[in-house]
C-alpha cells in the first residue's frame, strides 16, 4: 500500500486540524510615544482660547455658588481671596479631571489629546503638575503688573504680550511642545476626540 506525501493529506495544510499554529501575540495597545505627531501652534492656541471661552461658564457658575453661599454683597467683599482660592481649585479639578480623561472639551473640538512622554493615559498627579505649571501662561505677567498701577489696556497689552512669547517659544522646543508641558511629562498629540474611535 503506497501511503500519500504529508502535502497530498492535506495534515500541514493552513487550516487543517493537525497543521501547526503560530503563537498568538497580544502586545498591550497603546499610542507610540512618537506615532501622532504635536498639532500646529495656531491650532494649539485655537483650542486655548476656545477653553478660555468655556471657562467662562465655569466660573460664571461656580462664583455664583460661592457668592450665593457665602452672602457676598459686592465685588470689593473682604473674602474675594477666597472666592479667587476657590476659583482656582475648581479650575483644578477641571482640568485634572479633564485631562486623565484624555481631552478637556475644547481638545475633543480641535482634534487635540494629551498623553504623557510614552504615549499613555496621564495620571492624576502628572495632571495636577501640568495645571501647576501652565500658570506660567499668566503668573510672570501679573507679577509684573503687580507693583505698578496700569489700565486696562496697558494690562492687558503685558499679559497678551507674554502669551504670545510664551507660545513662540515652542519652537525651541524639539518636538514643538509647550515648555510646561515638557516640564510635566505630557504631550499634547494630533487625535480624533475619543468619542469618535
Known amino acids: 500500500m503506497v501511503s500519500s506525501p504529508p502535502e497530498a493529506s492535506g495534515s500541514d495544510q493552513p487550516g487543517s486540524p493537525l497543521a501547526p499554529v503560530a503563537p498568538a ?3 498591550p495597545v497603546s499610542i507610540a510615544p512618537r506615532a501622532s505627531g504635536t498639532p500646529g501652534l495656531w491650532r494649539r492656541m485655537a483650542c486655548w482660547l ?31 481671596h477666597l472666592l479667587q ?18 481631552q478637556t472639551l475644547a481638545m475633543k473640538t480641535w482634534n487635540i489629546r494629551i498623553v504623557d512622554t510614552h504615549g499613555r493615559p496621564v495620571s492624576q498627579r502628572r495632571a495636577l503638575a501640568r495645571y501647576l ?13 503687580a507693583p505698578f498701577k496700569l489700565s486696562g489696556g496697558e494690562s492687558a497689552v503685558l499679559i497678551f504680550g507674554w502669551v504670545a512669547v510664551w507660545a513662540l517659544l515652542a519652537r525651541f522646543h524639539p518636538e514643538r511642545q509647550f515648555w510646561h508641558d515638557a516640564w510635566a511629562g505630557t504631550r499634547l498629540i494630533t487625535s480624533k476626540p475619543m468619542s469618535r474611535q
Request: zero cysteines.
Open 25 to 27: 501575540t497580544t502586545a
Open 133 to 145: 505649571l501652565g500658570w506660567i501662561w499668566f503668573l510672570p505677567p501679573l507679577a509684573a503688573i
Open 50 to 80: 476656545y477653553e478660555g471661552m468655556l471657562l467662562f461658564a465655569v466660573v460664571f457658575v461656580s462664583g455664583w455658588l460661592f457668592s450665593t453661599l457665602g452672602q457676598m454683597r459686592d465685588a470689593m467683599d473682604s473674602r474675594r
Open 85 to 102: 482660592a476657590f476659583l482656582f481649585v475648581v479650575f483644578g479639578v477641571y482640568f485634572v479631571w479633564f485631562w486623565t480623561k484624555g
